[in-house]
């Protein structure tokens, strides 16, 4: 009895350190290009991803939300796939002498969304493309 007791711990034992494993940095994958914080109420990242691609955003915004989601109440981060216009999009897009026309190219290199809000408990990672849910946290 005393055995199988000891390895039902250890099969325990081994199950919560594999869930609660941390999240691997795929730091090669990307640049944080400007991060704004406010205390402990909220961080905004705009997150430039040097090879995008489904699979590479979610590693890095998985890694990115773990990393903070203890720290913030509100979490948000925007994705880009070109890392001039990670810097400077939010600026174009509000200033009304640039064009419709430059705005939309400018567009197209914003893929994704992550919104987290403790207050609400809204979790959203968000294709902004293809207009569709990525996944709810």
């Known amino acids: 009895m005393r055995n199988k007791n000891s390895i039902v711990f250890l099969i325990n034992i081994f199950f ?81 002498n640039i064009s419709e026309e430059e705005k939309d190219r400018l567009f197209k290199h914003y893929i994704a969304s992550m919104v987290l809000n403790k207050t609400t408990n809204f979790k959203q990672f968000f294709d902004i493309q293809k207009k569709e849910i990525i996944a709810n946290y």
């Open 16 to 96: 919560l350190c594999a869930c609660s494993a941390p999240v691997e940095n795929p730091s090669e994958s990307y640049e944080i290009v400007r991060q704004r914080k406010d205390g402990t109420a909220s961080v905004n990242m705009t997150v430039f991803v040097k090879t995008p691609s489904a699979e590479t955003v979610k590693k890095i915004n998985d890694y990115l939300v773990n990393l903070s989601r203890n720290n913030y109440h509100y979490v948000n981060i925007d994705y880009f796939d070109d890392k001039l216009v990670a810097e400077i999009y939010f600026e174009k897009q509000s200033d009304p």
